[in-house]
């Protein structure tokens, strides 16, 4: 059972995404927190597996509480889940540590299976937001990736998590993600598995 905190300060949205992941056996909300500051608050004796983190909020928006999630000891993951695509928005939700990004639209269906693969580690981008940040990263010399992005690569094609990935590297976990959605941006893609895919199409990684 993975078990979840919502976060938005609109409570009929709340709402709304209660009932709906309520409808997933494996699913179960554990809370819910009107802003950054309560998710906080609630944090410790709730013990969530994933936080669903709106990012637009009062008192304490979702890409500082994200931040300060991650500061703590054995940290839930967090899924931003908002109406915002902006570049700035985006960006800070990233550098803030969020495990994936996504979009309040998103069918019910991308939403559950996100938060899936968010308690697995994985790093989950809606496709429009992976695109926003290819072109954020687009450079004159191109979208080439760094060696470190594709031996990161080469190692999720192994199957090897990202906590696993940091340890074979000698590098945080943390950093395990930023080269993930670097890699992802570059590649166009919006999940892992799609990112190996290309990276071997490119002739870049080697699955055999």
Same mark, same amino acid.
Do not use: C, W
């Given at each position: 059972?993975?078990?979840?905190?919502?976060?938005?300060?609109?409570?009929?949205?709340?709402?709304?995404?209660?009932?709906?992941?309520?409808?997933?056996?494996?699913?179960?909300?554990?809370?819910?927190?009107?802003?950054?500051?309560?998710?906080?608050?609630?944090?410790?004796?709730?013990?969530?597996?994933?936080?669903?983190?709106?990012?637009?909020?009062?008192?304490?928006?979702?890409?500082?509480?994200?931040?300060?999630?991650?500061?703590?000891?054995?940290?839930?993951?967090?899924?931003?889940?908002?109406?915002?695509?902006?570049?700035?928005?985006?960006?800070?939700?990233?550098?803030?540590?969020?495990?994936?990004?996504?979009?309040?639209?998103?069918?019910?269906?991308?939403?559950?299976?996100?938060?899936?693969?968010?308690?697995?580690?994985?790093?989950?981008?809606?496709?429009?937001?992976?695109?926003?940040?290819?072109?954020?990263? =687009? /450079?004159? @010399?191109?979208?080439?990736?760094?060696? &470190?992005?594709?031996? $990161?690569?080469?190692?999720?094609? %192994? !199957? #090897?998590?990202?906590?696993?990935?940091?340890?074979?590297?000698?590098?945080?976990?943390?950093?395990?993600?930023?080269?993930?959605? =670097? /890699?992802? @941006?570059?590649?166009?893609?919006?999940? &892992?598995?799609?990112? $190996?895919?290309?990276?071997?199409? %490119? !002739? #870049?990684?080697?699955?055999?």
């Amino acid at each position: 059972m993975i078990r979840l905190l919502v976060v938005d300060d609109h409570p009929v949205v709340r709402a709304g995404m209660v009932a709906v992941l309520g409808e997933e056996a494996d699913l179960e909300v554990v809370g819910e927190a009107a802003d950054g500051a309560e998710a906080l608050a609630v944090l410790p004796r709730l013990a969530p597996d994933v936080v669903l983190m709106d990012l637009r909020m009062p008192v304490l928006d979702g890409a500082e509480a994200t931040r300060r999630i991650g500061a703590l000891p054995d940290p839930p993951q967090v899924l931003v889940l908002t109406t915002y695509d902006t570049d700035a928005d985006i960006v800070r939700a990233v550098e803030a540590g969020a495990r994936g990004y996504l979009l309040k639209d998103a069918p019910t269906a991308v939403l559950t299976d996100a938060i899936r693969r968010a308690a697995r580690g994985e790093t989950v981008l809606a496709p429009p937001v992976a695109a926003r940040l290819a072109e954020r990263l =687009r /450079a004159p @010399a191109g979208t080439d990736l760094t060696g &470190r992005e594709v031996e $990161v690569l080469a190692l999720v094609g %192994r !199957g #090897l998590s990202n906590a696993e990935i940091g340890r074979s590297l000698f590098i945080g976990e943390a950093t395990v993600k930023t080269h993930l959605v =670097r /890699a992802f @941006a570059k590649l166009g893609v919006a999940d &892992r598995t799609a990112a $190996v895919a290309e990276a071997h199409r %490119r !002739g #870049l990684v080697d699955l055999s």
